[in-house]
C-alpha cells in the first residue's frame, strides 16, 4: 500500500508558505487592521496556526501589529511591493551609504527610523570612526512616535493621519525637527523625514553636544535629499 502524502508536502509544495501567504492576503484587503480571531476566520484557519503565522510575518516585517492588537500589512511587504511595480530601489540599500558619509562628517552616530506599527524602529545605524563617548542606537531599537525627532520626522514622511502629533505639522512644513532630553536625558537630536518611500521614514541623528543642532542641520537635510532622490 502506498503511503499517503502529507498535505504540507503535495505536489513539493508547502502549506504553511500557502497559509502564510493567505494570511498576508487578507491583511492587505483590511487596511484599517484585523484581529487575530478576524484573520482566522477569514482564512478558515485555527486561531492558533494563525496567531504562529501571524507572529511571524511580524517578526518579518511583513505584518505589524497596533497597541490594539489588530494587524496591517507591513514595510517590508509594502516595500516590496512598490519596487515591484515601480522598480524602485530598496530604501536601506539607499540609506546605508549616505548615512556612513553623514557620521563621518558630523561624527555623530546617525540612523534610519521606520514607523512599524505604533513605534519608530531604527532599522540601520552608522557610526562614526572616532572613538570617545557617544550616543549610540541599537539596531532594531523601538521608540513612541509621540515624542522624539526620529519618530516624528518619520510620521512627518507621509500624508497626515488621524491621530497624528500635533507638531507633525510643523514638520512637513519645515523639513525637520530638533529636540533636547525627549527620550535620553542630555540627548540632542536632528530629523528630517524621507518622503516618497513606501515607508514612512527620516535620517536621525543624536549626540551629547547641543552643538549638534545647528552643524548638523545643513547635512542631515542634504543626507535625505540624497536618499529621496534615489526615488528619481
Not at 129 to 154: E, I, K, Q, V
Request: with cysteine; hydrophobic share 45%.
Amino acid at each position: 500500500m502506498a503511503a499517503s502524502s502529507r498535505p504540507s508536502d503535495t505536489e513539493g509544495g508547502s502549506q504553511t508558505l500557502e497559509r502564510g501567504l493567505a494570511v498576508l492576503v487578507e491583511l492587505g484587503a483590511g487596511p484599517r487592521g484585523l484581529t487575530t480571531a478576524e484573520v482566522a476566520a477569514a482564512c478558515g484557519l485555527h486561531r492558533s496556526i494563525t496567531h504562529r503565522l501571524l507572529v511571524s510575518l511580524t517578526r518579518s516585517g511583513f505584518a505589524v501589529r497596533d497597541a490594539e492588537g489588530r494587524f496591517t500589512v507591513g514595510p517590508a511587504a509594502l516595500d516590496l511591493a512598490e519596487r515591484a511595480g515601480r522598480g524602485l530601489p530598496r530604501l536601506r540599500d539607499v540609506a546605508e551609504p549616505v548615512l556612513h558619509r553623514l557620521a563621518v562628517e558630523i561624527d555623530a552616530t546617525a540612523s534610519l527610523v521606520e514607523v512599524v506599527g505604533d513605534a519608530a524602529v531604527t532599522t540601520l545605524v552608522a557610526e562614526p570612526p572616532t572613538h570617545g563617548p557617544r550616543f549610540s542606537y541599537r539596531l532594531g531599537n523601538r521608540d513612541p512616535l509621540d515624542r522624539g525627532a526620529g519618530g516624528l520626522a518619520a510620521l512627518a514622511s507621509g500624508p497626515e493621519r488621524a491621530g497624528e502629533p500635533a507638531r507633525v505639522a510643523a514638520v512637513r512644513e519645515t523639513g525637520h525637527i530638533t529636540t533636547c532630553a525627549e527620550l535620553n536625558p542630555g540627548a540632542y537630536a536632528v530629523a528630517a523625514p524621507l518622503p516618497g518611500w513606501p515607508v514612512r521614514a527620516a535620517v536621525n541623528v543624536v549626540a551629547s553636544h547641543e552643538e549638534v543642532l545647528s552643524t548638523a542641520l545643513e547635512p542631515v537635510l542634504r543626507a535625505a535629499r540624497e536618499i529621496t532622490a534615489a526615488l528619481s
